[in-house]
């Protein structure tokens, strides 16, 4: 995908990857359209990004997730690519984990991504990325992390399915299965303590792997890892 001048829509743009990303995206000459829950951060962001869209989510919303995307589109007179970076972790043995919890993880960290990207299918044209960010707990669930883990499996699990539909359109769909990154993304659970964690990845890192996986997207589902 050729990022100058491509319209991308990044849902989660007020993490600190989210909105490493977003600077570096905007540096090369991509037009943006910013969603994420903190109202200071996006205005940040407007102020260091001249020209760029932003609005607020909730995630819990799904319908109202989904109009976002259609919205983001019609600000930018179309849709080229859609980066979601949505997620909240928790940790603790899955006995220790009440059902609104498990709920939360995946309605955020799952269903909420995939509204996102579900709305912009119908948007694509050949040529058309659209990614995930879900983490390499996807696909090596740790303990204490059952719930945390089995939504991110099933995000990366839906990209691989709608990967092989699209590819007669050359629309492709990338999970971005990065390994842990170093944004206090662990300190910030809504559930449990983190563990102890090996040093993570540095946020420039992780923003390079992602622009590779789109600079390099090709018209078959990917993983970026």
Known sequence: MEVDGARIFVPGATGELGSAL????????????????????????????PGVWTSTFDAYELDACAALTRRAAERMGGLDAVVTCVGVPAFGPADHISDAVAEHLMTVNAQAPIAFLRAALPLMEPGGVLAALTGVV?????????????????????????????????????????????TGFADRAIAGRPPHLPPGLPVAAAVESVMAALVDARTVSGRAS
Do not use: F
């Open 22 to 49: 977003a600077r570096c995206l905007h540096s090369r000459g991509a037009v943006l359209h910013l969603a994420g829950r903190d109202e200071t951060a996006l205005r940040t962001l407007r102020g260091q990004l």
């Open 138 to 182: 996807a696909g090596n669930p740790p303990p204490h992390m059952a719930d945390y883990a089995a939504a991110k499996a099933a995000l990366a699990a839906w990209l691989e399915a709608v990967g092989k539909e699209q590819r007669r359109r050359h629309v492709a769909l990338i999970d971005l299965r990065l390994p842990h990154i170093d």
